[in-house]
C-alpha cells in the first residue's frame, strides 16, 4: 500500500476504471479515482463487523492535509464506539438556528424574563440572528459563524453586544433541551465591545428651560408632560411610570409600591409636586393607568415622539428620556446623599450598578474644596474677602 500524499494523488490517472489506494499508515485512509477522473478522500472501517465506507471530501476541495486529518479524528470517533451514520441521522432531524429561536422565544422568553427584555430578546432574535444564521443547523454552528455575526454589528457596539447576549442564553438552553453537547457553546470566547457609557444629565439652568417647554405642552400633550415630570421627580425608569396604575398609588402615603419592576418590588416616594402632578390627572373606570392613551383601557405607548418635540422645545437636543433618571441621581449626590442611598431610590440591587454615578459627586466637593482654599487663601494672603 502507498502513503497517500499530495504528489500521490496528482499522479493518480483514471485509466478508465474505478480504483481505490489505501494509506500505508493511517489504516482506514484512502483515495478514490473513479472513471470519469474524479479523486475523493475516504475511510472505510468496520462497525459492529461491518465494513462501512464514509466520505471524508474531493481531492480539488480539501487539502491532503485536512483529509488525514478529519481521517484522524473519524476512526478516532468511532473506536470510541460512535457511529457516524446514526450521528448523521440525528443532525438532519435536528432543528435550525431559525427553529431554536422560535422554541426559545416561544417557551424560554415569556417565562424568564420582564416584558421589556422579551421585547429586546425579539428584536434580537428576528432581525439578526434569524436573518443571519437561521437556515444553519444548530449543531453546526461555530465561534467563526458568532465571531462574523459579531463582527458584523461593530458600528452598533450595544447592540452587537445585546445580540451575543441572547445567543449566548439560546445556545444554552439549546443545550438544556438536549440539542448540543454540554458545555460547548459557540459564544464563549467572544469577547464585547467596549461600549462607552452616557452619563448625560440636566443643569439647574437646562432644567428650567425644559419646565417651560413642559407648561407649554400641557395643554396638547397632557399625559406624556405628567410623565416626563413624574420621571425627573422620582427618578423611575420610563417602563415602570409608562405602565404606572393607579392601584399602585397612594396618594395619602405619598407613595407608589410597584408590585414588580426589573428588580421586583420597589417603593417609590412621592414629593409633594409629585403628588400634584398626580392629582391633576384624569381617573377613567375603564382605564387602570396612570398615563393613559388613545386606546380604551391602555397605557400612553408612544413617548418618545412628544419628547422629541419638547426636547427640541427647550433646546435639549441631545437628552434621552432615560437622563431624566441621571439627572435624578446627579441631584441626589449633590445634596450631599450617598450611593447606599441613590441605589435605594433608583431602585438598584447591585452597588456597581450606582457606583457609575460616583463621578458626578466630583462637582459639589471640588466646590467645597474651592471654598475652603479661598478662604485659607485670603488670610494667607492678606486679601479682603
Known sequence: MPRITKRFVESLKSNGVDREYRDDRLKGFGVRVRKSGLK??????????????FPIGD??????????????????????????????????????????????????????????????????????????????????????NIAELHHGLRHIPYQANRTLGVLSKMFNQAEVWGLRQEGSSPCRHIKKYKEEKRERFLSAEELKRLGK????????????????RLLILTGCRLGEIQTLQWDYVDLEDKVIRLPDSKTGEKTVYLNDDAVSVLKALPRFDDNPYVITGRKEGQYLTDLQKPWRRIRARAKLGDVRIHDLRHTYASSALALGQGLPMIGKLLGHTQVQTTARYAHLADDPVREAGTLVSNSIGNALFNRVA
Not at 476512526?75 to 422560535?102: C, F, H, M, N, Y
Not at 417647554?213 to 416626563?228: C, F, G
Request: glycine share 6%; charged share 35%.
Open 213 to 228: 417647554a413642559l407648561q407649554e405642552e400641557e395643554q396638547e400633550a397632557t399625559a406624556a408632560v405628567a410623565a416626563y
Open 40 to 53: 475523493s478522500y475516504f475511510v472505510k472501517t468496520r462497525i459492529n463487523g461491518v465494513q462501512r465506507r
Open 59 to 144: 481531492c480539488e476541495v480539501i487539502s491532503n492535509y485536512q483529509a488525514r486529518d478529519k481521517a484522524k479524528k473519524l476512526i478516532g470517533r468511532i473506536a470510541d464506539g460512535e457511529d457516524p451514520r446514526v450521528i448523521r441521522k440525528v443532525r438532519r432531524r435536528q432543528p435550525s438556528i431559525k427553529e431554536l429561536g422560535q422554541r426559545f422565544l416561544e417557551e424560554y422568553v415569556p417565562t424568564h424574563l420582564k416584558p421589556s427584555t422579551q421585547r429586546e430578546y425579539k428584536r434580537s432574535v428576528e432581525l439578526f440572528i434569524t436573518p443571519k444564521l437561521g437556515a444553519m443547523k444548530v449543531w453546526e454552528v461555530d465561534g467563526g
